[in-house]
């Protein structure tokens, strides 16, 4: 039987300024740590999390406060499940805010089409928006350590943006040839 491993941080850090526990908050979600509760959150172990944890214990004890970095495993499947569950919840909860902004994407270009408004200033600028939603999607399915329900339709619902804007793109190609 294969066990997951994990880090476990616990932590304490003084009320004020609350600013340092929001940012100590933001590090921990931004490396896709899921908590169990107040100042209690798990990451799956690799180096990379060994390593930027220990640089956030050396943060939290320059706040004064204290943390306590383990290594654990579940103590059985169901558990195990559980830990999972909600690493996959948070992941999924961030892909289906990506697909409404895909579904922002698309509208978006449909309006132009509907409008007849084919400029390359529009095209540039719908390119850009595509790009942070390639960005985002990247960063989301860097934390999705194991493998999200919503991964796939995230990824087809980039490649349907990808597909408007080809379609947009053509267009406003078409519209420029015309005008010569």
């Not at 798990?42 to 220990?54: E, F, I, M, Y």
């Not at 796939?152 to 420029?176: I, M, S």
Request: negative net charge.
């Amino acid at each position: 039987m294969v066990s997951f491993t994990w880090l476990l941080l616990t932590y304490k850090v003084p009320p004020e300024p609350a600013s340092r526990r929001v940012a100590l908050w933001r590090r921990l979600k931004g490396m896709g740590a899921v908590y169990l509760q107040n100042g209690v959150c798990l990451l799956p172990k690799t180096d990379d999390h060994v390593r930027r944890l220990k640089m956030l214990e050396n943060d939290i004890a320059e706040a004064k406060g204290e943390s306590v970095i383990l290594e654990t495993i579940a103590l059985d499947k169901a558990q195990e499940g559980k830990v999972i569950a909600r690493f996959n919840a948070d992941r999924d909860e961030a892909y289906a805010e990506f697909i409404d902004k895909c579904d922002d994407f698309e509208r978006e270009v449909a309006k132009e089409v509907d409008a007849s408004h084919f400029t390359y200033a529009e095209l540039e600028e719908n390119d850009v928006d595509l790009k942070k939603l390639r960005g985002w999607l990247a960063r989301i399915r860097k934390l999705d350590f194991y493998g999200a329900a919503r991964a796939a339709e995230a990824e087809q619902r980039l490649k349907g943006c990808e597909a408007v804007l080809d379609d947009y793109a053509r267009r406003v190609f078409d519209a420029h040839d015309e005008n010569r």
